[in-house]
Structure formats: structure tokens, C-alpha cells
């Protein structure tokens, strides 16, 4: 069971950005697809953006488009989330978690413990 540990989160103004990072135990990590997911205070949990286990498939949700750069280092066991332009609407705790290529759903139990964003508008 891969170990993923969240970083980069903070307090930012609308129009900033952050860089969150998700860190993973093991050695098999180039052969996980990887997700990032977003649960603000109120809402369920949503998907963002997805990574293929190469880097060569990259996958966001609509609202995110344009905006968010997922990315990976699989030297580095580690995978990024890149937020430009960030919205009062993107506030939220942001997980990362080993997804499924095919419906870029999490694996069940592989979620990070999360790291906190906060947009003010």
C-alpha cells in the first residue's frame, strides 16, 4: 500500500497561486495513475486532475481547465499540482490519491491525509 503525503497549501488571494506537492512511499510509484481531489466545507468530494503512470495523460475537471497543471516526477516519487488564477470557488482541502486510469476514480484507501487551500476573494 503506497503511503502519499500533501504539502503546499495556504492562504492565497484570488488571482494567486500555489503549488501543492503529494509525496509517495514505495518503489512502484511510476506505475500508479495519481489524482488530485478537492473537498470544500459543505460539498462532496470532487475529482481535479489525473496523471497517467508515465506523464503522458493528463486529465482535469472543467472548472480547473486552463487554470491547473497536474505533473509528476517519478524520480522523485512525487506528484504536483500547479494552481494559477486560483478562485474563491477552489477553497477546499486538496488530496491527492493513486486513481484509476479509466475512470479517474480513487483506489480506496490510498488517499493522503490532505492539505488546506484558502482563496480569499
Known amino acids: 500500500q503506497v503511503q502519499l503525503v500533501e504539502s503546499g497549501g495556504g492562504l492565497v488571494q484570488a488571482g494567486g497561486s500555489l503549488r501543492l506537492s503529494c509525496t509517495a512511499s514505495g518503489r512502484t510509484f511510476g506505475s500508479y495513475a495519481m489524482g488530485w481531489f478537492r473537498q470544500a466545507p459543505g460539498k462532496e468530494r470532487e475529482f481535479v486532475a489525473g496523471?497517467?503512470?508515465?506523464?503522458?495523460?493528463?486529465h482535469y475537471v472543467d472548472s480547473v481547465k486552463g487554470r491547473f497543471t497536474i505533473s509528476r516526477d517519478n524520480a522523485k516519487n512525487t506528484v504536483y499540482l500547479q494552481m494559477n488564477s486560483l478562485k474563491a470557488e477552489d477553497t477546499a482541502v486538496y488530496y491527492c490519491a493513486v486513481a484509476s486510469p479509466l475512470t479517474w476514480r480513487e483506489n480506496p484507501g490510498s488517499r493522503g491525509q490532505g492539505t488546506r487551500v484558502t482563496v480569499s476573494s
Open positions: 496523471i497517467s503512470g508515465s506523464g503522458s495523460i493528463t
